[in-house]
């Protein structure tokens, strides 16, 4: 029998709000009907994220990010803006339709082994993809839990969601490709193009990139997300159950993260009735800029899911806009502290296992910088396109 593994930080995390959502409904403090409504809500969000983080898990164990990245550095031709511009590109495209958490997850890995493999530096390359997994996750519903919860509120599809939220995105991405290459990338000479990477099973590569492709064909077409993701996991499942099924484990369901969130909504539902609420209406009032100003301080302090949850129920209703300002600010804010998000406190997971040392100060510094000059800019074009004033 294999030794038991000593729990992660997250795994006590999710586990003590889990119990304290527990104690909270079995003392009266949440009650019942209130903390079955907490989980209806949640539902849809479970299922999501049970799928999409199955179908990114087996797209890894398929090669599908090894061979995208390195065939990235290998186009590049050893050119480091040239680097530059497909990494942020790579980055974005995975958080956008495969969530930030992958980005976070299996993509930060990736991008540190191709830097190893070519020389080029590796905290670059690691800072690209913890940036643009927040950076990048306005776009659409799939990118984020916090825009699942917003677009089932306001009720905009994903197209329709996208549409509102494109340029906004697109100011983040800019400004933020701008701080990134200014703080972590200029300097840097050359770098030797890594070899090609060869799917072990050319086979199941081409499936799962099939599959994610029509993943996020269907996300487009507005396809209910659970049941895009549930569609897309239980493809590629069925692939290595023909192809590789001593992959197929029980680790790749995400219980600690669907735990989180359980104890999340039942830890917030039991938060609103104290008066934090009260407080925070006085905060957001009813302007767009006050709203993302206090999501993205919220989001850094206590981390942005539950900042969007909590500053969500202060957000009058009829209010779209504010709450797309909500998203600005717990979305692209979460970039100073390491617990803002969790796809951040995945990523110095990772890049701490990858061997790749990240000096905090210069991490605080540099984040809050581009946090606030993303926000600024990213309000900024909502405004402009029909955001409300305040």
């Known amino acids: 029998m294999p030794p038991l593994r000593r729990p ?94 992958t980005t976070a997850v299996l ?36 990118s984020n839990l916090t825009n699942l919860l917003a677009a089932d509120r306001i009720g905009l599809p994903a197209r329709a969601f996208a549409s509102r939220m494109w340029l906004p995105q697109l100011a983040a991405i800019a400004v933020g490709a701008a701080c990134l290459w200014f703080f972590h990338w200029r300097g840097q000479d050359r770098y030797h193009p890594p070899e ?3 799917p072990g099973d050319r086979v199941l590569f081409g499936l799962a990139a099939v599959d994610a492709a029509a993943f996020a064909a269907a996300v487009v077409a507005g396809v209910p997300l659970p049941a895009a993701a549930v569609a897309a996991a239980v493809v590629i499942v069925v692939a290595y159950a023909v192809r590789r099924r001593d992959r197929l484990t029980v680790r790749l369901v995400p219980l600690r993260l669907l735990v989180l969130v359980i104890g999340l909504f039942l830890v917030l539902g039991a938060a609103d009735r104290t008066g934090f609420g009260d407080f925070l ?73 990858a061997g790749v040392t990240v000096d905090l100060r210069r ?28």
């Open 196 to 198: 090609p990477v060869r």
């Open 8 to 101: 992660a930080a997250l795994d006590l995390l999710a586990g003590a709000l889990l119990l304290a959502g527990v104690l909270l409904v079995a003392t009266g403090a949440l009650p019942s009907a209130d903390a079955e409504a907490m989980l209806d809500r949640a539902l849809p969000l479970l299922v999501f994220l049970a799928g999409v983080v199955v179908l990114a898990e087996l797209l890894a164990a398929a090669e599908v990010f090894d061979v995208v990245a390195t065939r990235m550095a290998i186009a590049a031709g050893g050119s480091y803006p040239r680097l530059f511009g497909l990494c942020v590109l790579l980055a974005s495209v995975t958080t956008a339709f495969l969530n930030l958490d």
């Open 281 to 353: 209406r006085s905060l957001v009032g009813d302007g767009i800029w006050r709203t993302a100003g206090t999501g993205a301080v919220l989001a850094n302090l206590v981390n942005n899911l539950p900042a969007y949850v909590a500053v969500e129920a202060a957000v009058p209703a009829g209010h779209a806009d504010q709450l797309l300002a909500l998203l600005i600010g717990v979305n692209v804010g979460p970039l100073v502290l390491p617990w803002g998000s969790l796809a951040t406190v995945i990523w110095f997971e990772r890049v701490r296992a």
């Open 363 to 390: 991490f605080v510094l540099t984040g809050l910088a581009t946090a606030l000059l993303t926000i600024a800019a990213a309000v900024s074009v909502l405004a402009l396109t029909g955001g409300q004033g305040g």
């Open 107 to 142: 993509l930060t890995p990736v991008m540190v082994a191709v830097a190893g493999r070519s020389g080029a530096g590796k905290l670059p390359l690691a800072m690209t993809t913890v940036w643009f997994a927040n950076l990048a996750s306005l776009l659409l519903p799939v």
